[in-house]
């Protein structure tokens, strides 16, 4: 028998699911000899634990699982993994996939596991808790679990800030990544950007605006104080109005549906703030926004091929 020692700096509520209730364990496991050690560390055969259907993680490297492997073969499996009594002698996984997959490639026919009485809710919440606290999540990783913690556990921003020991602030942070589009997201996941230079851009509302500061700060290689400096730059610089003879003929945009569509993908394409005058006679003038020389080179290539 194994002592169940809780580790150190996990989150209040982690540590709150994982508490030794025995008597919803007895309640939810039976009466068995095995059932009745629910709280304690057991050791239980790999054959008789199926894997999480909750289990956050879709991918595992190989080369680490091997490596793993080779440290099971020698020093065994040093942090239990948790589970849960289905039926019968049959266990479901909770939290310690990774580790369950490598026992198996060191030819292990047991593992020290922590036997819990857990709902499905709790059992994921439990996996995606144990999952944010790997040390190997890029920031879109983390912000992706944050979001399926408040949807699948019905947890508002202050309850997971709550149940991670964290600032309200920390989570909504991690949270607005997914506003970002795709382009950048990609890139926040491959660590193109640091999550720095995510949350400067986030302060741009305009998407083309957005992606263009995007495309300047990876091709030129800024840090997150060159982005956050090239973000003011962009929001604090505005588009020259129109005379006061043009306003009179402008055919008002916002009600201009087909406008606004032409406006917008014209804008897609040059990355940039693109504005579009028309008069009630049908003539008009196309505004192209850069910010700067490079920016402006790189629009004229565009506009010359």
Do not use: W
């Given at each position: 028998?194994?002592?169940?020692?809780?580790?150190?700096?996990?989150?209040?509520?982690?540590?709150?699911?994982?508490?030794?209730?025995?008597?919803?364990?007895?309640?939810?496991?039976?009466?068995?000899?095995?059932?009745?050690?629910?709280?304690?560390?057991?050791?239980?055969?790999?054959?008789?634990?199926?894997?999480?259907?909750?289990q956050p993680r879709s991918t595992f490297e190989e080369e680490s699982l091997q490596e793993l492997a080779e440290?099971?073969?020698?020093?065994?499996?040093?942090?239990?993994?948790?589970?849960?009594?289905?039926?019968?002698?049959?266990?479901?996984?909770?939290?310690?996939?990774?580790?369950?997959?490598?026992?198996?490639?060191?030819?292990?026919?047991?593992?020290?596991?922590?036997?819990?009485?857990?709902?499905?809710?709790?059992?994921?919440?439990?996996a995606l808790i144990e999952n944010i606290q790997r040390e190997d999540l890029n920031p879109l990783e983390i912000?992706?679990?944050?979001?399926?913690?408040?949807?699948?556990?019905?947890?508002?921003?202050?309850?997971?800030?709550?149940?991670?020991?964290?600032?309200?602030?920390?989570?909504?942070?991690?949270?607005?990544?997914?506003?970002?589009?795709?382009?950048?997201?990609?890139?926040?996941?491959?660590?193109?950007?640091?999550?720095?230079?995510?949350?400067?851009?986030?302060?741009?509302?305009?998407?083309?605006?957005?992606?263009?500061?995007?495309?300047?700060?990876?091709?030129?290689?800024?840090?997150?104080?060159?982005?956050?400096?090239?973000?003011?730059?962009?929001?604090?610089?505005?588009?020259?109005?129109?005379?006061?003879?043009?306003?009179?003929?402008?055919?008002?945009?916002?009600?201009?549906?087909?406008?606004?569509?032409?406006?917008?993908?014209i804008s897609s394409t040059l990355g940039t703030r693109v504005s579009i005058i028309r008069t009630k006679e049908?003539?008009?003038?196309?505004?192209?926004?850069?910010?700067?020389?490079?920016?402006?080179?790189?629009?004229?290539?565009?506009?010359?091929?």
């Amino acid at each position: 028998m194994i002592d169940n020692k809780k580790k150190g700096g996990l989150g209040r509520g982690l540590s709150a699911l994982l508490t030794d209730d025995k008597a919803s364990a007895d309640k939810e496991i039976g009466k068995s000899s095995i059932a009745n050690q629910a709280g304690v560390v057991l050791y239980v055969p790999l054959a008789n634990i199926e894997v999480n259907p909750f289990q956050p993680r879709s991918t595992f490297e190989e080369e680490s699982l091997q490596e793993l492997a080779e440290s099971i073969k020698i020093h065994g499996v040093i942090q239990p993994i948790t589970v849960r009594k289905i039926e019968g002698n049959k266990y479901q996984l909770i939290a310690g996939e990774r580790r369950l997959r490598a026992s198996k490639i060191a030819g292990k026919a047991e593992i020290p596991a922590y036997v819990r009485a857990a709902s499905d809710q709790e059992s994921i919440e439990i996996a995606l808790i144990e999952n944010i606290q790997r040390e190997d999540l890029n920031p879109l990783e983390i912000a992706i679990n944050y979001k399926r913690l408040m949807d699948e556990c019905d947890l508002t921003q202050d309850k997971l800030a709550e149940r991670l020991s964290k600032n309200r602030s920390t989570v909504t942070n991690f949270i607005r990544l997914l506003k970002l589009p795709p382009d950048i997201q990609a890139a926040l996941r491959d660590n193109r950007i640091s999550m720095g230079h995510a949350k400067a851009l986030l302060a741009i509302d305009h998407l083309p605006t957005l992606l263009s500061a995007f495309k300047e700060t990876v091709a030129k290689g800024l840090s997150v104080r060159q982005t956050e400096e090239l973000v003011r730059s962009v929001n604090d610089s505005t588009v020259k109005p129109p005379s006061a003879e043009k306003v009179a003929n402008i055919r008002a945009s916002e009600n201009d549906i087909f406008l606004r569509k032409i406006q917008d993908k014209i804008s897609s394409t040059l990355g940039t703030r693109v504005s579009i005058i028309r008069t009630k006679e049908g003539k008009g003038e196309i505004a192209i926004k850069f910010y700067n020389d490079t920016d402006l080179e790189r629009l004229v290539e565009l506009l010359t091929d």
